[in-house]
C-alpha cells in the first residue's frame, strides 16, 4: 500500500486526476530537507526545457507562459503554511513531517505535487513525489503528452536529490 493511499487527509487529491505517477526514495532527511533539496536541484539542462517550455506555453496561450524557477533552498524556507509560494508552486495542504502538497495551476491543466512521508527501516523515511495532472481543456492533455517524458526524468531526478540533501547539508 502506497504512504499517499493510507493518508486520509489526502484521499481527495486523486479523485478525477487525468494522470497521477509516484517516485519512492528513501532517506534519514526530514520532510522539510527532502523537499528543500528536491525544489533546489536545478541543473542547466532544466533550466533550458523551462526556456522552451515558454515557447511551448506562448504558442498555447497559456496564462502563465514564464515559469522562474527558484534558487537554492534551505529547509526552514520550506513553508507548511497554506497560500504561501515555493517556487512556482502555492502550498495547498501541508501536515509537519507528513506531507506537503503543492500545486501550480493554469487555463490549460492543474498540476498537484504531493512529497508523503512515512517510516521506512533502519530509522530512514520513505518518501513518495505524487504528481496529479487534471486537465481543464484540450490543451491539457496535448501539453503534458508533450511534456511527459521530461517530466517524468525531472521528477525522478529530483526524488533522488531530495533523498541526498542530508549530503549537502
Known amino acids: 500500500m502506497t504512504i499517499i493511499g493510507s493518508t486520509p487527509e489526502l484521499a481527495d487529491l486523486l479523485s478525477g486526476a487525468d494522470h497521477v505517477d509516484v517516485k519512492t526514495a528513501e532517506s534519514r532527511a526530514s520532510l522539510r ?3 528543500a ?3 533546489s536541484w536545478q541543473p542547466g539542462w532544466v533550466r533550458g526545457l523551462f526556456r522552451a517550455r515558454a515557447v511551448l506555453a506562448r504558442m498555447l496561450r497559456l496564462r502563465h507562459p514564464q515559469v522562474t524557477v527558484g534558487g537554492r533552498l534551505r529547509a526552514e524556507e520550506i513553508s507548511f503554511t497554506p497560500g504561501d509560494r515555493i517556487a512556482f ?3 495547498v495542504a501541508a501536515a509537519e513531517d507528513r506531507y506537503l502538497v503543492l500545486e501550480a495551476a493554469d ?9 508523503v512521508t512515512g ?9 513518495e513525489v505524487v504528481t496529479v495532472v487534471k486537465y481543464h481543456r484540450w490543451t491539457g492533455p496535448l501539453y503534458f503528452n508533450l511534456i511527459r517524458p521530461f517530466h517524468h526524468l525531472i521528477v ?3 526524488t533522488r536529490a531530495g533523498a ?4 549537502k547539508m
Open 37 to 39: 533539496g528536491a525544489m
Open 164 to 167: 541526498r540533501s542530508l549530503q
Open 119 to 127: 517510516p521506512a527501516p533502519d530509522g530512514r523515511s520513505r518518501f
Open 33 to 35: 530537507q527532502f523537499v
Open 89 to 91: 508552486f502555492t502550498v
Open 156 to 158: 525522478s531526478a529530483m
Open 107 to 115: 487555463t490549460h491543466l492543474t498540476g498537484l505535487l504531493a512529497v
